[in-house]
């Protein structure tokens, strides 16, 4: 079973900081990174994603950067937001191609 | 336009007690999934779908069966309810699988506690 660590478990950073979460994956099917963000009783929703022909993709204040010899990629939220207090959540394929396996979480409070 | 509907949204069931989680997508997707959602634990894949009459077994399978007869429906039925299997259930569909996945659509989850 494919393996997808997430850290930190939880961040707290003041609006207008950088928020940085890590993801770390064994081996994939192919090359695919996604990043959901999950509000309080709502199902996660995709943030942004990475098919790595590059090693970065931005998106307004969110950027994710992709290390392939390290199996390695980040999500970076510039200009945090209160709004922006979510669960995010980093997935990468699964060894068969037919599974999306998901990180832990990181539980993210911006601070006013 | 619907997306991925899950019914009920809540439910209680006593030990033993058998029930389905409906799921639904009016978005003609071929890929369907269930993932279980427990505290510290992420989202753990249970089964799923690349297509109907086609079922595999994900990360978490046992206690749970599936089946797709439809390309719209992914029901997931508790054979015997357990209170292991307190926990939030989401059903996700996407309209790539294999070669190339895409953007997973989410159900607002449902909340289940069994006693």
């Known amino acids: 079973q494919q393996q997808v660590k997430q850290s930190p478990q939880s961040l707290i950073v003041q609006k207008g900081g950088i928020s940085i979460i890590n993801c770390a994956y064994e081996?994939?099917?192919?090359?695919?990174f996604p990043w959901y963000q999950q509000f309080p009783g709502k199902g996660p929703a995709l943030l942004i994603a990475i098919r790595p022909d590059v090693s970065e993709k931005k998106e307004g204040r969110f950027t994710i950067s992709f290390n392939k010899s390290a199996k390695q990629f980040s999500l970076h939220i510039m200009d945090s937001q209160p709004g922006d207090s979510a669960t995010y959540f980093c997935?990468?394929?699964?060894?068969?191609?037919?599974?999306?396996?998901f990180g832990k979480g990181t539980s993210l409070l911006v601070t006013p | 336009n619907a997306g991925v509907t899950q019914t009920p949204k809540f439910q209680v069931l006593k030990t033993g007690q058998s029930m389905t989680l409906q799921c639904a997508q009016d978005?003609?997707?071929?890929?369907m999934s269930w993932y279980r959602q427990d505290p510290g634990m992420g989202l753990r894949l249970i089964h799923y779908s690349v297509g109907a009459g086609i079922t595999d077994q994900g990360e978490v399978p046992n206690g749970y069966n599936v089946s797709r007869s439809t390309t719209e429906d992914f029901p997931l039925r508790l054979l015997s309810a357990a209170p292991s299997q307190t926990s939030v259930y989401f059903c996700a569909s996407t309209p790539t699988y294999g070669g190339g996945f895409g953007e997973l659509f989410f159900g607002e989850g449902s909340r289940l506690t069994v006693l």
């Open positions: 997935a990468a394929p699964g060894d068969s191609g037919y599974a999306l396996n």
């Open positions: 978005m003609n997707h071929e890929y």
């Open positions: 081996n994939t099917a192919f090359d695919y």
